[in-house]
């Protein structure tokens, strides 16, 4: 049996609105990954940390507070100074076009906006770990 | 799909029969608006004595820029102010505090110290206008700002009248903007209801809240009993403290969701108003007719907004609303369409409170008291409301009480199981969420509000220079003071306003606090 893929789920900045990251880890669990969630407040060093101690292949960033401009490029930043490039970073929250793109075009694998479906994420990390 | 297959169900889960007749209401006689125990509202003559107090939630960058939006909500007919500030203010972090980085203005006001507090409300005199503060953690050091600011206007304490919301409970139930732990975060409390009932008659110290805990994707029932059952709480405290009963709480003001489903939504106030009454009566033994009467602030539903097709949410808006005035809200707040996406601009938020205005002067529904009265649907699920709320608040009880109930996650395990529950609904498309999983189109890009980093700039800029310019001596005796106080049992809030005077920083009073109270780590439930 392949080895399940293994997800990090972090809460950046002081945003304590979480409801959408449990349901993301709930979803992701059911869906046979196994899912580390870091709870609130967690710096990007404390993220990349965390990915790193816990070995996984996915990130997942949950950020509804207009702080993704500030949190994810670090985040990136550390992954690259830890030769970590090959864990996929996928951002989730209020997130407005033309920031996604900047993120996107900064490395991050997928940014989902509000109304995107749990199957929709589900099947964009089967595939990408897949094919990696 | 056949009809015997389909399940018809309020978007909590509740089953919903085809009709309802006189035996479905037999013995739930609601009784009379303004008569105990106030099903059908606190008021006789409602909302012909005194429309809602129309009040939007406002709050973004600089205390300036806020100040500026308040004049101008103030010209277009709002009569009350709601601020909100942003997530450092909320922590108890300075706009220069390395957590602080992008987040200074974003959700919010800045606000770092009473020259931000003298700022924001520049020109509005507060012994005319209300004034309601969302803010929870370090709500007394806001609240000593507030009452500076008020002493510089020259208006008595005695006049000043607004609300803070100051409900620590949810916050480690559903919103998590906490800095102490639970017992040293309760005492905080229980200091500015004191206080309140001895100083600021006018004043409400705390405004009980279930509308974050509904965001956070709790059913309808579960808003209405952790929300009642965090009053009972506060009451407990007062109580424990030596404070009489009725001398506080008429001061204790509610804060509920209006969200999609109208009628159990309607149902909800009405259970929630009877459910207090009777426990102010009965379990707490008040006797002033004005401890019994629940008081609350709606807001319509901001997770039921969408990104997609962004006008929809102004219908929507517009019928949550409705069933807020028809279930007798005091005042309320409607969201504007582009909250999916961003703190409102101008134009949306006018489109917001013009709903409210149509509601108030088109509609109609305000020329008699509780006109949904007596439906046998209402009376049905008003009751059905009450007993499962009381099935809640009775499991809470035999914990030992809301804390024991929060340590051991309970609240925080059924809110994450709705609303996963939810969303797997949503997912399945047994739930319809129009434009997102059905009905499905392009959008048209809406304007939006863009705040940037200069904000958090001249927020820096601002806080340097004070620290620079203040009398540090008489800032570092107010935080001595203010420590000692913490470590014994005294009312802090005679020490914290003698700190925001001597322009210590939020920051810095909140560091003397985490320094005796320690900070909360929370065990996150999935």
């Known amino acids: ?132 | 799909m056949k009809v015997a297959e389909r399940q018809f169900t309020t978007i909590s889960g509740v089953p919903v029969a085809p009709v309802y007749g006189a035996e479905d209401a037999a013995g739930l006689d609601p009784g009379q608006p303004g008569e105990f125990p106030y099903t059908r509202g606190i008021h006789r003559d409602m909302y012909r004595g005194k429309l809602w107090t129309m009040r939007q939630f406002s709050g973004f960058a600089t205390p300036e820029e806020t100040n500026r939006r308040y004049h101008y909500l103030l010209e277009q007919g709002q009569t009350g102010l709601s601020v909100a500030f942003d997530l450092p203010t909320l922590m108890g972090y300075d706009a220069d505090h390395a957590m602080s980085e992008g987040e200074v203005g974003k959700c919010g006001a800045a606000i770092s110290s009473l020259e931000d507090m003298e700022i924001l409300f520049r020109g509005i005199p507060l012994g005319d206008v209300t004034v309601s503060m969302t803010i929870n953690s370090p709500a007394s050091v806001l609240w000593a700002m507030y009452l500076a600011v008020a002493e510089q206007q020259g208006v008595d304490w005695e006049r000043v009248s607004g609300t803070l919301q100051n409900d620590i409970l949810k916050e480690y139930i559903a919103q998590k903007e906490y800095i102490f732990p639970p017992k040293p975060s309760m005492r905080l409390v229980t200091d500015t209801i004191e206080f309140s009932a001895r100083h600021t008659p006018r004043f409400n110290p705390i405004s009980i809240s279930g509308y974050h805990i509904r965001e956070a994707g709790s059913t309808a029932v579960q808003e209405l009993a952790f929300t009642l059952r965090d009053g009972m709480e506060y009451v407990d405290w007062a109580l424990e403290r030596g404070l009489e009963i009725d001398s506080f709480a008429p001061r204790l003001s509610f804060f509920l969701n209006a969200h999609s489903d109208f009628f159990e939504e309607i149902a909800k106030y009405r259970a929630a108003r009877r459910i207090w009454a009777l426990a102010m009566r009965d379990r707490y033994g008040a006797k002033s007719e004005r401890s019994m009467k629940l008081r609350f602030h709606a807001q319509t539903a901001g997770c039921s907004l969408t990104w997609q097709q962004p006008y929809n949410n102004v219908v929507r808006t517009a019928i949550q609303a409705l069933a807020a005035v028809l279930g007798g809200a005091q005042s309320l707040h409607t969201n504007s369409l582009d909250e999916a996406y961003a703190l409102p601009s101008e134009h949306a938020v006018t489109i917001a409170l013009r709903t409210q205005q149509v509601l108030a002067y088109e509609s109609g529904v305000t020329n008699t008291a509780d006109p949904i009265g007596g439906s046998y649907f209402i009376e049905k699920l008003t009751s059905n409301s009450e007993a499962a709320a009381n099935d809640y608040i009775r499991r809470i009880d035999g914990m030992g009480g809301m804390i024991p109930a929060i340590e051991a996650g309970f609240p925080q395990s059924e809110i994450a199981a709705a609303s996963y529950r939810y969303q797997r609904e949503v997912e399945a498309g047994e739930r319809i969420v129009v434009g997102v999983n059905k009905f499905q189109s392009d959008d048209h890009p809406i304007e939006l509000l863009q705040i940037d980093e200069t904000a958090a700039r001249h927020q820096v800029e601002k806080l340097a220079k004070l620290r620079a310019r203040r009398d540090n001596g008489r800032v570092q005796k107010s935080l001595d003071a203010l420590r000692r106080a913490a470590e014994g049992t005294e009312n802090t809030m005679p020490y914290l306003i003698e700190t925001v005077k001597s322009y210590a920083t939020l920051g810095e009073i909140c560091d003397a606090l985490r320094s005796v109270f320690g900070v909360h780590q929370e065990t996150a439930y999935l």
């Open chain 1, 1 to 132: 049996m392949p080895r399940p893929i293994r997800v990090l789920v972090a809460k950046p900045g002081l945003d304590g609105h979480d409801r959408g990251a449990k349901v993301i880890a709930r979803a992701l669990r059911d869906a046979g990954m196994e899912v580390i969630y870091t709870g609130l407040r967690q710096t990007p060093e404390m993220i990349v940390n965390a990915a790193l101690q816990e070995d996984v292949q996915v990130i997942g960033l949950s950020i509804l507070s207009g702080a993704h401009n500030a949190v994810v490029p670090r985040v990136m930043e550390l992954l690259r100074e830890k030769d970590m490039t090959d864990v996929k970073v996928l951002v989730g929250g209020i997130v407005p076009d033309e920031d996604a793109e900047e993120l996107r075009r900064q490395g991050v694998a997928a940014v989902f906006q509000p109304g995107a479906s749990l199957d929709g994420i589900v099947n964009f990390i089967k595939k990408t770990i897949e094919v990696s």
